[in-house]
């Protein structure tokens, strides 16, 4: 059996045991590693860039990983799990009408990327779009995650709709977009410990995008006089 092999499989045997030192040490190789593509870009960073900043020999990383790429696919991983989780309990909360729920959404969303900086940044800058045309399981997994969250959002858009609670001129899957977009561009400005905090900034995003969203008195007018010119017809 070749050397890698035999690596290979003592990393596979290590992970399988679940040793709290092994898990230690691979966690702060993720967290390294998180760090260098944030720095230098997922493509550009090496795993002799990851070797030198942890102070060890490259070969001794394959104990822990078998590439960079299965460094930052597992977290992301278990990050998007999470998320997807957590929103599913809240758009089945009785008790919350379509914003509230919206509102819990985005806040669930803005402190994830704070929780698990740089992490998730990097694979937005990164990896994000080869997710779309990816053929691997993981990709699989990541778009099927993506389009779970997307069209979670996407019906509390069209239930506050139909409540009337939201304007109806604007195309909900416009509105979704234009909400995600406000999301996906604080990479490049967020940093955790700045001015502002993860909640601060999911609630003024709220104020902006509700604030347009909302239907006003006059819309409501605008389409009570709408339907009654149709239903003159």
Same mark, same amino acid.
């Given at each position: 059996?070749?050397?890698?092999?035999n690596?290979?499989?003592r990393?596979?045997?290590?992970l399988?045991?679940?040793?709290?030192?092994y898990k230690?040490?691979?966690?702060?190789?993720? @967290?390294?590693?998180?760090? @260098?593509f944030k720095?230098?870009g997922?493509k550009?960073?090496?795993?002799?860039?990851?070797?030198?900043q942890?102070?060890v020999?490259?070969?001794?990383?394959?104990?822990?990983?078998s590439?960079?790429?299965?460094?930052i696919?597992?977290?992301?991983?278990?990050?998007?799990?999470?998320?997807?989780?957590a929103?599913s309990k809240?758009?089945?909360?009785?008790? $919350?009408?379509?914003e509230?729920? @919206?509102?819990?959404l985005?806040? $669930?969303? *803005?402190i994830?990327?704070?929780?698990?900086?740089?992490?998730?940044?990097?694979? *937005?800058?990164e990896? !994000?779009h080869e997710?779309e045309?990816?053929?691997?399981?993981?990709?699989?997994? !990541? *778009?099927?995650?993506?389009?779970r969250?997307?069209?979670?959002? *996407?019906?509390? !858009?069209?239930?506050?709709?139909e409540?009337?609670?939201f304007?109806?001129d604007v195309?909900?899957?416009l509105?979704?977009?234009?909400l995600?977009?406000?999301?996906?561009w604080?990479?490049r400005?967020?940093?955790?410990g700045?001015?502002?905090?993860?909640k601060e900034?999911s609630?003024a995003?709220?104020?902006?995008?509700f604030?347009? !969203?909302?239907?006003t008195?006059?819309?409501s007018?605008d389409?009570?006089y709408? @339907?009654?010119?149709?239903?003159?017809r």
């Amino acid at each position: 059996m070749s050397a890698p092999s035999n690596i290979a499989k003592r990393r596979m045997n290590a992970l399988a045991d679940g040793s709290s030192d092994y898990k230690a040490k691979r966690d702060e190789l993720v @967290l390294l590693a998180a760090k @260098l593509f944030k720095e230098k870009g997922f493509k550009a960073t090496t795993l002799n860039d990851l070797a030198k900043q942890a102070g060890v020999e490259r070969a001794s990383l394959y104990y822990y990983i078998s590439s960079k790429d299965e460094l930052i696919q597992e977290v992301i991983r278990g990050v998007t799990d999470a998320n997807a989780a957590a929103a599913s309990k809240i758009v089945r909360l009785k008790s $919350l009408g379509p914003e509230e729920k @919206l509102r819990r959404l985005v806040e $669930l969303l *803005m402190i994830s990327y704070e929780e698990n900086y740089p992490h998730m940044y990097v694979y *937005m800058q990164e990896q !994000m779009h080869e997710v779309e045309y990816g053929k691997t399981p993981w990709a699989k997994q !990541m *778009m099927r995650q993506t389009r779970r969250f997307e069209n979670m959002v *996407m019906s509390l !858009m069209v239930e506050g709709i139909e409540a009337g609670i939201f304007r109806d001129d604007v195309p909900p899957r416009l509105a979704a977009n234009g909400l995600f977009g406000m999301f996906n561009w604080t990479h490049r400005w967020f940093k955790p410990g700045g001015k502002q905090t993860a909640k601060e900034i999911s609630d003024a995003f709220c104020s902006i995008f509700f604030s347009g !969203m909302r239907k006003t008195a006059v819309q409501s007018a605008d389409l009570d006089y709408r @339907l009654e010119e149709r239903l003159a017809r």
